[in-house]
């Protein structure tokens, strides 16, 4: 019976030396190194070391502020006890820094588009609301909140107010006068308000300027009202050059040698100069002719110029392609050059619907589609 105690034992110790070094060298490797220190390598440096030890590595790309490819942790940590074949997970930085995000809340919508693009970040979507207690454009929210570290990547969206107050749905025009025509056609519609362009010559105030608005500043009006904007242009060549030959043709016409020769004339023919008055009424009227003359000229001039304007009518091939809607809105493309402003098409349309429109135009247009009454697209058309 003792035998058999003691063969049994035996195997019990068999196995369980059998288990520990199967256990020793699966999961030990037989031997252990320190971990290598790798923090702050380029990630195929660090896994070039890590193979090199005889240990196996996983790559996880994170969002951090170091440069694209660093090792920003490793786990396990520096100089710990590991054994070869051990898994090593590196967390390395993926380029995508993060970057603080301004608080525009209670801004102007431009204003707070600057700071925002000054901090290096984009407007998402903007959305309008009635808020009585602020005024229109002015900023309500915004998404991500801030203050908060977010990727430059990030649009920022913004809720805006209409500017609303007792009369429900109605909003005050902005002060836009002396604005770019860009800034103000962008507080206009952060307000809730369509945009029409009309171009005014002007010498004394700079191109690109609103010089007026209609209706005027603080005017309260319903919520999608549009608002003409009247925006300084500067005079054209042809203009600038109408007035030249009525200046050439003033100069040359006291000259005209007709009146001198009939005084030569006179003195020829008789023995003294003449004294009488009825002599020089005649001499006074040729004057008084040629006077005239210079003013019936410019008139005559003016067609050549108009058939010169005429010559330089140019074509801009509007190209516009519809979104994808749920139901037909109505399409809308006006143009606005030195002739006035005219619409050119205006009908009903399709999402998806492709529009090809040629609108003649002097010297330079503004051309201005309108989706469903709302302003959607714009440009600008110089030969």
């Given at each position: 019976?003792?035998?058999?105690?003691?063969?049994?034992?035996?195997?019990?110790?068999?196995?369980?030396?059998?288990?520990?070094?199967a256990?020793?060298f699966?999961?030990?490797?037989?031997?252990?190194?320190?971990m290598?220190?790798?923090?702050?390598?380029?990630?195929?440096?660090?896994?070039?070391?890590?193979?090199?030890?005889?240990?196996?590595?996983r790559?996880d790309?994170?969002?951090?502020?170091?440069?694209?490819?660093?090792?920003?942790?490793?786990?396990?940590?520096?100089?710990?006890?590991?054994a070869?074949g051990?898994?090593?997970?590196?967390?390395?930085?993926?380029?995508?820094?993060?970057?603080?995000?301004?608080?525009?809340?209670?801004?102007?919508?431009?204003e707070?588009?600057?700071?925002?693009?000054?901090?290096?970040?984009?407007?998402?979507d903007?959305?309008?609301?009635?808020?009585?207690?602020?005024p229109?454009?002015?900023?309500?929210?915004?998404?991500?909140?801030?203050?908060?570290?977010?990727?430059?990547?990030?649009?920022?969206?913004?809720l805006?107010?209409?500017?609303?107050?007792?009369?429900?749905?109605a909003?005050?025009?902005?002060d836009?006068?002396?604005?770019?025509?860009?800034?103000?056609?962008?507080?206009?519609?952060?307000?809730?308000?369509?945009?029409?362009?009309?171009?005014?010559?002007s010498?004394?105030?700079a191109?690109?300027?609103?010089?007026?608005?209609?209706?005027?500043?603080?005017?309260?009006?319903?919520?999608?009202?549009?608002?003409?904007?009247?925006?300084?242009?500067?005079?054209?060549?042809?203009?600038?050059?109408?007035?030249?030959?009525?200046?050439?043709?003033?100069?040359?016409?006291?000259?005209?040698?007709?009146?001198?020769?009939?005084?030569?004339?006179?003195?020829?023919?008789?023995?003294?100069p003449?004294?009488?008055k009825v002599?020089?009424e005649p001499?006074?009227?040729?004057?008084?002719?040629?006077?005239?003359?210079?003013?019936?000229?410019?008139?005559a001039?003016?067609s050549?110029?108009?058939?010169?304007?005429?010559?330089?009518?140019?074509?801009?091939?509007v190209?516009?392609?519809?979104?994808?809607?749920?139901?037909?809105?109505?399409?809308?493309?006006?143009?606005?050059?030195?002739?006035?402003?005219?619409?050119?098409l205006e009908?009903?349309?399709?999402?998806?619907e492709?529009i090809?429109?040629?609108?003649?135009?002097?010297?330079?247009?503004a051309?201005?589609v309108?989706?469903?009454?709302?302003?959607v697209?714009?440009d600008?058309?110089?030969p």
């Open positions: 019976m003792k035998w058999i105690r003691w063969t049994m034992l035996l195997l019990v110790l068999i196995i369980a030396g059998s288990a520990a070094a256990f020793y699966v999961f030990m490797g037989g031997r252990t190194i320190p290598p220190a790798v923090e702050g390598m380029i990630s195929s440096q660090a896994v070039e070391t890590l193979q090199k030890a005889g240990l196996l590595v790559v790309q994170v969002t951090s502020q170091l440069p694209a490819g660093t090792v920003v942790s490793q786990w396990p940590g520096a100089s710990e006890k590991v070869k051990r898994l090593v997970t590196l967390k390395v930085s993926r380029g995508g820094e993060k970057k603080p995000l301004p608080d525009v809340r209670g801004m102007e919508f431009n707070a588009k600057a700071k925002l693009a000054e901090a290096g970040f984009q407007v998402g903007v959305l309008r609301i009635a808020d009585p207690g602020k229109a454009g002015s900023i309500l929210a915004q998404s991500p909140a801030a203050p908060a570290m977010v990727g430059p990547e990030t649009r920022i969206d913004l805006l107010s209409r500017g609303t107050g007792s009369e429900g749905n909003v005050a025009v902005p836009v006068v002396g604005q770019q025509e860009s800034a103000a056609r962008a507080l206009l519609e952060a307000a809730g308000l369509g945009v029409e362009i009309r171009y005014l010559v010498r004394e105030t191109p690109g300027i609103v010089v007026s608005t209609t209706p005027k500043t603080g005017a309260s009006v319903p919520a999608g009202s549009r608002v003409a904007l009247t925006v300084a242009t500067p005079p054209n060549a042809s203009q600038a050059k109408a007035p030249s030959p009525s200046i050439e043709e003033d100069p040359e016409a006291p000259p005209k040698p007709r009146a001198v020769e009939k005084k030569q004339e006179n003195a020829a023919g008789t023995p003294e003449p004294t009488r002599s020089q001499e006074q009227k040729p004057a008084l002719e040629q006077a005239v003359t210079p003013k019936k000229e410019p008139s001039a003016a050549p110029a108009s058939a010169k304007e005429e010559e330089t009518r140019h074509t801009a091939k190209r516009y392609q519809v979104p994808p809607l749920s139901r037909p809105l109505s399409l809308r493309i006006e143009v606005v050059d030195p002739e006035g402003t005219r619409t050119v009908r009903e349309v399709r999402g998806g492709s090809a429109v040629n609108v003649p135009y002097v010297r330079e247009a051309v201005t309108y989706l469903g009454g709302e302003f697209w714009q600008r058309y110089r």
